[in-house]
């Protein structure tokens, strides 16, 4: 079946997609999931953002792991890894860097700063004022840097994490819809079961899970996975199916501000990837579901009067999702 529906639009093998994408997949899930436990799902979205070249946003309420989610992920890869602590007086070359006066030299050098790196750690975001959280805008969009007019590009692959808080405010500047739209998906993570937190302290160890994770996934096995999810086979119909989903939030009367263009590309690589870490070479409409509100709510703007009344962006996407018409995906074979 996987080789009469890739051949209707593709000419490379099925298993030059699901070998390339399952070797990095399970050591990944595997080595990561040493430090977040019972978080297989949370874990499984983060690795297809990397795999669509992504970045990613990690919120929820402190304590739950979200900067341990993004350290182990880093470590799992063999990259470059840099962390920024975000603050109220972190300035904008402290994240890009500067360019000073070398008196030995007796010209200006370029000093690169901590968006240098491969995997980058952008710690509590929303601590950071506005002007310095758009530093990053150029870096995430077009993965280079201008300073004083020279663009410098940044290494390959590279990748933003960050984390925030929703609930303190104080202290804080929420980030601007253009930099939330830069994020190809917002993970939370959400508090343990009582059983859960009760196995984990059974299983407690003194020393950090941390320290145990090595390196599993070299940057040209990551590139060639990262490659391999774009040959995976999403029918017309599925196509259109991404369309109008994003399509209803925009003309929504609940909904200031719709979900944008780069939300439909978003939505359609992260399906094809999902498709690839499950071992499909084809995507079905459950991965679109799946993947629907973690792509798509946190680019939704709602209007005052639909939050007051107990709407939320994600709420709003389960509904969109309920009521659009599915497509039917009955294949021969």
């Given at each position: 079946?996987?080789?009469?529906?890739?051949?209707?639009g593709?000419?490379?093998?099925p298993?030059?997609?699901?070998?390339?994408?399952?070797r990095?997949?399970?050591?990944?899930?595997?080595?990561?999931?040493?430090?977040?436990?019972?978080?297989e799902?949370?874990?499984?979205l983060?690795?297809?953002?990397?795999?669509?070249?992504?970045?990613?946003?990690?919120?929820?309420?402190?304590g739950?792991?979200?900067?341990m989610?993004?350290?182990?992920?880093?470590?799992?890869?063999?990259?470059?890894?840099r962390?920024?602590?975000?603050?109220?007086?972190?300035?904008?070359?402290?994240?890009?860097?500067?360019?000073?006066?070398?008196q030995?030299?007796?010209?200006?050098?370029?000093?690169?700063?901590?968006v240098?790196?491969?995997i980058?750690?952008a710690?509590?975001?929303?601590r950071?004022?506005?002007?310095?959280?758009?530093?990053?805008?150029?870096?995430m969009?077009e993965?280079?840097?201008t300073?004083?007019?020279?663009?410098?590009?940044l290494?390959?692959?590279f990748?933003?994490?960050?984390?925030?808080?929703?609930?303190?405010?104080?202290?804080t500047?929420?980030?601007?819809?253009?930099?939330?739209?830069?994020?190809?998906?917002?993970v939370?993570?959400?508090?343990?079961?009582?059983?859960?937190?009760?196995?984990?302290?059974?299983?407690?160890?003194?020393?950090s899970?941390?320290?145990?994770l090595?390196?599993?996934?070299?940057?040209?096995e990551?590139?060639a996975?990262?490659?391999?999810?774009?040959?995976?086979?999403?029918?017309?119909?599925?196509?259109?199916?991404?369309?109008?989903?994003?399509?209803?939030?925009?003309?929504?009367?609940?909904?200031?501000?719709?979900?944008?263009?780069?939300?439909?590309?978003?939505?359609?690589?992260a399906?094809?990837?999902?498709?690839?870490?499950?071992?499909?070479?084809?995507?079905?409409?459950?991965?679109?579901?799946v993947?629907?509100?973690?792509?798509?709510?946190?680019?939704?703007?709602?209007?005052?009067?639909?939050?007051?009344?107990?709407?939320?962006?994600g709420k709003?996407?389960a509904?969109?999702?309920?009521?659009?018409?599915v497509p039917?995906?009955a294949?021969?074979?």
């Amino acid at each position: 079946m996987e080789g009469q529906i890739y051949n209707r639009g593709h000419g490379v093998p099925p298993g030059v997609v699901t070998d390339v994408v399952t070797r990095v997949a399970d050591a990944f899930m595997s080595n990561v999931g040493r430090a977040i436990v019972n978080k297989e799902e949370e874990v499984r979205l983060c690795l297809v953002t990397l795999l669509c070249e992504g970045h990613l946003l990690i919120e929820d309420v402190p304590g739950v792991g979200k900067t341990m989610l993004a350290k182990s992920l880093a470590r799992s890869l063999d990259c470059t890894f840099r962390r920024i602590q975000f603050t109220p007086d972190l300035l904008p070359s402290d994240v890009t860097g500067v360019r000073a006066f070398n008196q030995k030299e007796n010209d200006f050098e370029f000093r690169p700063g901590p968006v240098f790196a491969q995997i980058l750690l952008a710690d509590e975001i929303n601590r950071a004022s506005p002007k310095t959280q758009a530093a990053l805008l150029e870096a995430m969009e077009e993965r280079q840097v201008t300073i004083d007019g020279d663009t410098h590009d940044l290494p390959k692959p590279f990748m933003v994490m960050a984390t925030q808080n929703p609930v303190e405010y104080s202290g804080t500047f929420p980030l601007p819809e253009a930099q939330l739209d830069r994020f190809l998906m917002k993970v939370k993570l959400g508090y343990l079961s009582e059983k859960e937190e009760s196995d984990l302290l059974s299983h407690r160890k003194v020393e950090s899970p941390m320290l145990e994770l090595q390196p599993v996934v070299s940057p040209n096995e990551l590139t060639a996975a990262q490659n391999a999810v774009r040959d995976v086979f999403v029918k017309p119909e599925l196509r259109d199916y991404i369309a109008r989903l994003v399509g209803r939030t925009r003309g929504n009367p609940e909904v200031a501000l719709g979900a944008s263009t780069r939300g439909t590309l978003n939505l359609f690589h992260a399906s094809q990837a999902l498709a690839a870490v499950q071992g499909r070479t084809y995507v079905i409409p459950d991965d679109i579901k799946v993947l629907a509100e973690p792509v798509l709510a946190h680019r939704i703007i709602l209007r005052p009067n639909a939050e007051m009344q107990g709407q939320s962006a994600g709420k709003l996407v389960a509904g969109l999702l309920e009521r659009e018409h599915v497509p039917q995906m009955a294949y021969d074979g």
